[in-house]
């Protein structure tokens, strides 16, 4: 049984089309991610699956379950910890997972037991009992993942979970994620991050206006989508014509980056490649080889750059 299948799911906002015919499948113990810009339609759709909100048509069921048909069942096999954290400034962290479990009827005992666990999972020891408004974001994301997390579901949704957190907090996150999936969770993650996605899921789905372009492994979608491996040869501004010239049956092409040339295999030019520039007279100041990103997946397959979308 896969932990939630999607099939053919339409939305529309008046004349916005926010989702666009999507089809997915999410496998149970996986970690899958939902890549592309604010605006593509991650939200909608994981709020689509969670219950939170109707499809125009299609079909979602999440471990067998039919999310239209069988709404209360569902929402006890999913945890949805949205973009924007639901918590109250006012109430401490342990305030506020009380006021969850009292939506969900948790009998006190089950509720102190869930605590200690989950205290002991998202390392909330230090600040548990302060209040959510003098957390720092880290902190308030572990409190909103707790919450989540309280009634055990099996398939955890997380929208945008890293959105505002420091490079080491992000990675923190990520850990905390592949634990969730060691215990057994089915997580889906939306992201716009494509170091997130690439490291962290297990497949990736792109998806851009509303629909899937590509699905598959980060590798595989680079592999196959991805282009060429790029060389970057930085060489002394008065020497970027000597190397040029030098370069020329490679199809230099200068960026701001420096001096790219585009090859299938990237190790075994680089040698001749320099071996050149100084039997020329050029000295490069360093030499990169840069692989195939998901960045790069993105823009071949919709003609624009993710991070100049995002922006």
Not at 98 to 126: H, I, K, P
Not at 143 to 159: C, G, K, M, Y
Not at 178 to 188: D, F, K, N
Request: proline content about 5%; overall charge negative; charged content about 30%.
């Amino acid at each position: 049984m896969r932990a939630v299948e999607v099939n053919d799911v339409h939305k529309s906002y008046g004349d916005v089309v926010a989702l666009d015919g999507v089809s997915l499948s999410v496998e149970e113990r996986e970690i899958y991610g939902l890549l592309g810009p604010n605006g593509a339609g991650k939200t909608t759709l994981m709020e689509i699956i969670a219950g939170l909100r109707t499809p125009d048509s299609g079909e979602v069921r999440v471990l067998g379950r039919d999310v239209l048909r069988e709404p209360r069942e569902v929402r006890g096999l999913v945890g949805f910890n949205p973009q924007e954290t639901l918590l109250y400034d006012s109430l401490t962290a342990r305030e506020n997972l009380e006021f969850v479990a009292a939506l969900y009827s948790m009998a006190r005992e089950e509720f102190q037991e869930r605590l200690r666990e989950l205290t002991d999972l998202l390392g909330m020891g230090d600040f548990l009992d302060r209040r959510v408004g003098k957390l720092s974001g880290g902190q308030r994301r572990r409190v909103s993942l707790a919450a989540s997390l309280l009634h055990r579901p099996p398939v955890i949704i997380l929208d945008e979970p890293t959105v505002g957190l420091d490079p080491d907090a992000r990675r923190d996150f990520w850990d905390l994620i592949e634990r969730l999936r060691s215990e057994g969770r089915t997580v889906l993650i939306s992201t716009h991050y494509m170091e997130e996605a690439d490291e962290l899921c297990d497949r990736v789905a792109i998806i851009d206006r509303g629909r899937i372009v590509a699905v598959g492994r980060p590798e595989e979608l680079k592999a196959k989508y991805g282009g060429r491996s790029k060389i970057i040869v930085r060489v002394r501004r008065r020497q970027v014509d000597r190397a040029l010239e030098i370069l020329r049956g490679r199809s230099p092409e200068v960026t701001p980056e420096g001096i790219v040339i585009e090859a299938d295999d990237p190790r075994t030019l680089v040698p001749d490649l320099v071996y050149d520039l100084q039997s020329g007279g050029v000295d490069p100041e360093s030499v990169e080889i840069r692989s195939p990103t998901l960045e790069d997946v993105f823009l071949n397959l919709t003609g624009r750059r993710l991070a100049e979308v995002v922006e």
